[in-house]
């Protein structure tokens, strides 16, 4: 089965990339509880009551990558409201030709999955806020 992956192109370098990933409260969400900008970091996202997750930050590559694996987690909308337990968030950063692309990889979050739909099109709302956040200066978090 397929990772949900997707990917984008910039024309920030990479270190505008990797600080606005780093920034999460910046594209995610503003009541970000914990830290997001170093190896063995830990945070813990709410939306509403829909979802929980608690993110350990597992590898940490200035200007190259990061890497989240989700420890503990609860979505509300599926059956299994762990599904997101022990999945990978990868952010892979590639410089070519004077543009930064941004690879996202959710390794574990694949179309079996009964949150899928719903997940993908979350990360997809989120990496726009992300994008915005690094070509502008402002993303769209959750408040």
């Known amino acids: ?3 949900f992956t997707t990917s ?22 503003e009541s970000l509880e914990g830290a997001s900008k170093q190896q063995s970091d830990e945070f813990v996202y709410r ?13 940490v590559v200035p200007l190259k990558k990061v890497v989240w694996l989700t420890t503990d987690g609860s979505i509300n909308f599926v059956n299994d ?14 410089e070519k030709g004077g543009q930064t692309t941004l690879w996202f990889t959710h390794i574990g979050l694949v179309p079996a999955l009964d949150c899928y739909e719903g997940c993908s099109g979350g990360w997809n709302y989120y990496l726009q806020s ?14």
């Not at 984008?8 to 969400?29: K, L």
């Not at 409201?81 to 590639?94: A, C, H, Q, R, S």
């Open 47 to 59: 939306h509403k009551d829909v979802h929980y997750s608690k993110h350990l930050l597992t590898e």
């Open 130 to 143: 992300l994008r915005n956040l690094i070509t502008t200066g402002k993303g769209n978090p959750d408040l």
């Open 1 to 3: 089965m397929t990772d």
């Open 8 to 29: 984008f192109t910039v024309t920030q370098t990479p270190q505008q990339v990797f600080d606005a990933v780093t920034n999460v409260r910046g594209w995610w969400s």
């Open 81 to 94: 409201k762990t599904e997101w337990n022990g999945t990978t968030v990868v952010f892979d950063i590639e």
